[in-house]
């Protein structure tokens, strides 16, 4: 399929498909809600993470959530992404807030990706990875700022480090050159962590059972196909586990 133009703020490249699994990267405004905010969604089955929709634009994050709440929930309630730094943090608490309940947590209590040096290496690594096997790709101007990627992300200072020194950095490039990046980088370390469906033709519906946990939803089926899939590892085992009884 060819590459199809930009026209922003929004567009679709597929529309929602039932049964099928969809994964959101949230790339947020930068400090302030000066910068351009982002996200990408992707189409995850067997063998191919497809690009079906594109957000970018100069937006306050209350907007900005609501815009991400809307379409998530359009994609069969797609697992949200959201990079926790800075903006971050207000948007995962509004979503939090208005009840969204798929949200990624990369640890405990940790809502959110953190970008630091080891976990951006480990996102470019899964994109460059994804763009060589999985990853097919729509949208005209994500294929151009690929191409001119260069590693701004990483180079990107806190507002913190700008205050110290008076003023922005001539290193660090307007973000709108790069945002549809930073998004796809949360898409794919998201489609990275999710169940295999085996094809797009065929899918079916997997049967979940929900455990609700305080603000916590675990699904047995998940359960089941992460740990068929599991690696043999000589960190855990699965031996039955000793029984305290008590009298």
């Given at each position: 399929?060819?590459?199809?133009?930009?026209?922003?703020?929004?567009?679709?490249?597929?529309?929602?498909r039932p049964n099928s699994l969809y994964v959101m990267g949230v790339d947020p405004c930068g400090?302030?809600?000066?910068?351009?905010?982002?996200?990408?969604?992707?189409?995850?089955?067997?063998?191919?993470?497809?690009?079906?929709?594109?957000?970018?634009?100069?937006?306050?994050?209350?907007?900005?959530?609501?815009?991400?709440?809307?379409?998530?929930?359009?994609?069969?309630?797609?697992?949200?992404?959201?990079?926790?730094?800075?903006?971050?943090?207000?948007?995962?608490?509004?979503?939090?807030?208005?009840?969204?309940?798929?949200?990624?947590?990369?640890?405990?209590?940790?809502?959110?990706?953190?970008?630091?040096?080891?976990?951006?290496?480990?996102?470019?690594?899964?994109?460059?990875?994804?763009?060589?096997?999985?990853?097919?790709?729509?949208?005209?101007?994500?294929?151009?700022?690929?191409?001119?990627?260069?590693?701004?992300?990483?180079?990107?200072?806190?507002?913190?480090?700008?205050?110290?020194?008076?003023?922005?950095?001539?290193?660090?490039?307007?973000?709108?050159?790069?945002?549809?990046?930073?998004?796809?980088?949360?898409?794919?370390?998201?489609?990275?962590?999710?169940?295999?469906?085996?094809?797009?033709?065929?899918?079916?519906?997997?049967?979940?059972?929900?455990?609700?946990?305080?603000?916590?939803?675990?699904?047995?089926?998940?359960?089941?196909?992460?740990?068929?899939?599991?690696?043999?590892s000589r960190w855990y085992s699965d031996r039955p586990r000793a029984k305290l009884f008590l009298?």
């Amino acid at each position: 399929m060819p590459l199809r133009p930009w026209t922003p703020p929004y567009v679709e490249y597929a529309p929602p498909r039932p049964n099928s699994l969809y994964v959101m990267g949230v790339d947020p405004c930068g400090h302030a809600a000066r910068d351009h905010a982002a996200f990408q969604v992707l189409e995850v089955s067997d063998g191919e993470w497809r690009q079906v929709a594109v957000y970018a634009d100069h937006s306050e994050p209350l907007a900005f959530t609501k815009e991400v709440m809307t379409t998530a929930e359009r994609y069969n309630e797609a697992l949200v992404v959201v990079e926790s730094n800075g903006v971050g943090q207000s948007i995962l608490a509004l979503l939090r807030n208005w009840k969204y309940r798929r949200i990624y947590y990369e640890g405990v209590r940790r809502p959110g990706l953190t970008s630091t040096a080891q976990s951006l290496d480990r996102m470019t690594a899964i994109l460059i990875d994804s763009l060589l096997d999985e990853l097919v790709l729509h949208d005209e101007d994500t294929v151009e700022q690929l191409q001119s990627y260069r590693h701004d992300k990483r180079m990107e200072e806190s507002a913190h480090a700008e205050l110290i020194r008076g003023d922005p950095s001539t290193r660090r490039r307007e973000r709108h050159h790069w945002d549809k990046i930073s998004a796809l980088m949360m898409a794919t370390a998201g489609a990275r962590t999710m169940p295999i469906r085996k094809s797009r033709a065929g899918l079916q519906p997997i049967h979940e059972a929900p455990i609700h946990s305080g603000q916590y939803r675990f699904d047995e089926r998940t359960r089941e196909i992460a740990l068929a899939r599991r690696p043999p590892s000589r960190w855990y085992s699965d031996r039955p586990r000793a029984k305290l009884f008590l009298p």
